[in-house]
């Protein structure tokens, strides 16, 4: 009997003192939780506006007081940010105009060599980065030069236009001057399965470039008149970049892609090169003797951090609806992008940007 006691007793003390330990636990995590609710709040008061926020400068090379800034363009040009661990990183959009602001603001950098290995992207984004380049060359009076790596075709040609000189590697691909808006239609296997389409639209025009139906006359005339549009626009813009006629920049804007020696023999590049010849041009260019090669880096402070962090533990959990494509929605869009670099491009429904 007193060992039947004994044991109860026991049992008792354990379930007692796990219930407490649980108890604590959950204590210890709640206030945990509002500590950093509490210190996050406090520290994003103390957060510098996105735009007047100073970039960490590295210099990876040469030497003396004046400065030339390597900037790179790698990727698919968007305007939409991507997640990581613990935090935001910017858009290549934004990245790039955070970047030309310092070094405009910054009197020792005489020089921009934009690094860029990218098939394109989006129009708008890929203007955007074009136009904050020419704002820069002319409220600067310095010298931009593009370094071209693997490829920097369509929209990558596009932004680089806008630069002073133009250095290809022999092995890059570039070219694919021209716009696309990549749509798959699966009208007869939506036919063959009986399947229905029953979106409820305010006219015609509304489900245009749907793959459920098959595209009409009108509808195709209608997406045709914008991409020519946007081609247009970027034959002017290339035209006037490499001081080229229309005519022969449109013998050259069929789409296709060029080698390197391809690009120089036809005008769209002004030497062959590397990393280090485009350096010694922007030297050049520039009257310097010396130089220090730098980049910038964004460093992440303690209330961004916690920001981040936050958002990957809650996140966003609401459910959109939208009377059309939402930011976050890969839908079809106009683009200066070259497919092949990438075949399943083809079969990811690009944003609007």
Same mark, same amino acid.
């Given at each position: 009997?007193?060992?039947?006691?004994?044991?109860?007793? $026991?049992?008792?003390?354990?379930?007692?003192?796990?219930?407490?330990?649980?108890?604590?636990?959950?204590?210890?995590?709640?206030?945990?939780?509002?500590?950093?609710?509490?210190?996050?709040?406090?520290?994003?008061?103390? $957060?510098?506006?996105?735009?007047?926020?100073?970039?960490?400068?590295?210099?990876?090379?040469?030497?003396?007081?004046?400065?030339?800034?390597?900037?790179?363009?790698?990727?698919?040009?968007?305007?939409?940010?991507?997640?990581?661990?613990?935090?935001?990183?910017?858009?290549?959009?934004?990245?790039?105009?955070?970047?030309?602001?310092?070094?405009?603001?910054?009197?020792?950098?005489?020089?921009?060599?934009?690094?860029?290995?990218?098939?394109?992207?989006?129009?708008?984004?890929?203007?955007?980065?074009?136009?904050?380049?020419?704002?820069?060359?002319?409220?600067?009076?310095?010298?931009?030069?593009?370094?071209?790596?693997?490829?920097?075709?369509?929209?990558?040609?596009?932004?680089?236009?806008?630069?002073?000189?133009?250095?290809?590697?022999?092995?890059?691909?570039?070219?694919?001057?021209?716009?696309?808006?990549?749509?798959?239609?699966?009208?007869?296997?939506?036919?063959?399965?009986?399947?229905?389409?029953?979106?409820?639209?305010?006219?015609?025009?509304?489900?245009?470039?749907?793959?459920?139906?098959?595209?009409?006359?009108?509808?195709?005339? $209608?997406?045709?008149?914008?991409?020519?549009?946007?081609?247009?626009?970027?034959?002017?813009?290339?035209?006037?970049?490499?001081?080229?006629?229309?005519?022969?920049?449109?013998?050259?804007?069929?789409?296709?892609?060029?080698?390197?020696?391809?690009?120089?023999?036809?005008?769209?590049?002004?030497?062959?090169?590397?990393?280090?010849?485009?350096?010694?041009?922007?030297?050049?260019?520039?009257?310097?003797?010396?130089?220090?090669?730098?980049?910038?880096?964004?460093?992440?402070?303690?209330?961004?951090?916690?920001?981040?962090?936050?958002?990957?533990?809650?996140?966003?959990?609401?459910?959109?609806?939208?009377?059309?494509?939402?930011?976050?929605?890969?839908?079809?869009?106009?683009?200066?992008?070259?497919?092949?670099?990438?075949?399943?491009?083809?079969?990811?429904?690009?944003?609007?940007?």
């Amino acid at each position: 009997m007193d060992d039947n006691k004994k044991k109860s007793r $026991v049992g008792f003390w354990i379930s007692t003192s796990l219930a407490i330990f649980f108890f604590m636990c959950c204590v210890v995590l709640f206030i945990s939780l509002m500590g950093l609710f509490v210190v996050k709040s406090v520290l994003t008061t103390q $957060v510098e506006d996105e735009s007047t926020k100073k970039l960490t400068e590295t210099v990876i090379g040469g030497s003396g007081i004046n400065k030339i800034l390597l900037i790179p363009i790698k990727g698919v040009i968007t305007g939409q940010s991507t997640k990581k661990l613990f935090q935001e990183t910017s858009s290549i959009v934004d990245s790039v105009k955070q970047q030309l602001e310092q070094a405009r603001t910054d009197n020792e950098v005489k020089a921009v060599i934009l690094e860029i290995n990218s098939p394109g992207g989006g129009i708008t984004a890929s203007d955007i980065i074009y136009k904050k380049v020419l704002e820069f060359k002319e409220e600067t009076n310095k010298k931009v030069i593009v370094c071209m790596q693997d490829v920097a075709a369509s929209g990558a040609y596009y932004i680089s236009a806008a630069a002073d000189k133009i250095i290809s590697h022999p092995t890059t691909i570039t070219g694919s001057i021209g716009v696309i808006m990549p749509l798959i239609n699966i009208a007869n296997l939506v036919e063959k399965y009986g399947i229905e389409d029953n979106s409820i639209k305010s006219g015609d025009m509304k489900s245009i470039g749907s793959p459920l139906k098959k595209m009409s006359d009108d509808e195709r005339t $209608v997406l045709y008149d914008i991409v020519d549009e946007m081609y247009t626009r970027f034959v002017n813009i290339i035209a006037v970049g490499r001081n080229m006629k229309i005519e022969d920049v449109k013998k050259l804007a069929d789409g296709r892609i060029y080698t390197g020696k391809q690009a120089l023999d036809n005008g769209l590049v002004d030497q062959l090169g590397y990393i280090d010849d485009a350096i010694t041009l922007a030297k050049d260019i520039t009257d310097l003797k010396e130089a220090k090669i730098i980049k910038y880096k964004k460093m992440f402070n303690l209330a961004e951090i916690f920001e981040g962090s936050m958002d990957n533990l809650f996140g966003n959990r609401t459910i959109k609806f939208s009377l059309h494509a939402s930011a976050d929605n890969d839908f079809p869009g106009f683009m200066y992008l070259w497919t092949g670099y990438q075949q399943n491009y083809l079969f990811k429904w690009p944003s609007f940007n």
